[in-house]
Structures are given as C-alpha cells and as structure tokens.
C-alpha cells in the first residue's frame, strides 16, 4: 500500500519561502514518477510539478507556468522523499498541496490532470499572506 506523507506547510508573507516534504512508502520510489498537485478553495485541483528519475538520465522535471522559474521539484532516491522549494510565493499560491505518484512521467509538455495519478498524500496547507 503505497503511502504518502507531507510536511512543510504553514503561513509565510508574500514573497517569502517554504519547501515541501513528502515521504513515500509502500512503491519502489526510484522508478516511480512523483508529482505535486494543488487545490485552492472553490477551486479544481490543479497540477503544480512533476519529477521522473532513470538512472540513463537522471532526474527530469516538469511545471505548470504558473509556477515555472518560481518553485523547484526535486528528490531523493535513498530517503525515497520529493521535495517542493517555494521561493517568490504570491497570495494566489494558497492552497492545499497534495504529493502524488504519476501513472507516467510525459516528455514534453502535458496537462496533467487527476486522472494521471495513481496515489495521493492527504496534503499540506500552505497560506501565503501578510
């Protein structure tokens, strides 16, 4: 049973920081592709980032626009952990963030949505504001 746990959230001001936690458990986590949604209130659930490994190419990231330049995904295969750096957080980031594990990882550009996902965490609150 695969198993996802977040950490990281919290209050920060507008153009501050947080970096995101998720240990994994329950899946061989160096093959697997590993992403990060989110859900603001009144809102869809909407991707955010997303991360494969090989050991032929290492990692490859992707992210929404809203996000590009801004955050960073990243992992760590021996702590079997992703990661999510949030650094420039605007008011409109607020949301909850849920990690999850991708049916695939697409090369080249994708709109992910919830049907691309096999495993969810129960997510993490992160309120940006002043």
């Known amino acids: 049973q695969v198993q996802l746990v977040e950490s990281g959230g919290g209050l920060v001001q507008p153009g501050g920081s947080l970096r995101l936690s998720c240990a994994a458990s329950g899946l061989t986590f160096s093959s697997a592709a590993m992403g990060w949604f989110r859900q603001a209130p009144g809102k869809e659930r909407e991707f955010v980032a997303a991360?494969?490994?090989?050991?032929?190419?290492?990692?490859?990231?992707y992210y929404a626009d809203s996000v590009k330049g801004r955050y960073t995904i990243a992992r760590d295969n021996a702590k079997d952990t992703v990661y999510l750096q949030m650094n420039s957080l605007k008011p409109e980031d607020t949301a909850v963030y849920y990690c999850?594990?991708?049916?695939?990882?697409?090369?080249?550009?994708?709109?992910?949505?919830?049907?691309?996902?096999?495993?969810w965490g129960q997510g993490t609150q992160v309120t940006v504001s002043s």
């Open positions: 991360i494969s490994w090989s050991s032929w190419s290492g990692s490859r990231t």
């Open positions: 999850v594990v991708l049916l695939t990882f697409y090369s080249g550009t994708h709109y992910y949505t919830p049907r691309d996902i096999s495993s």
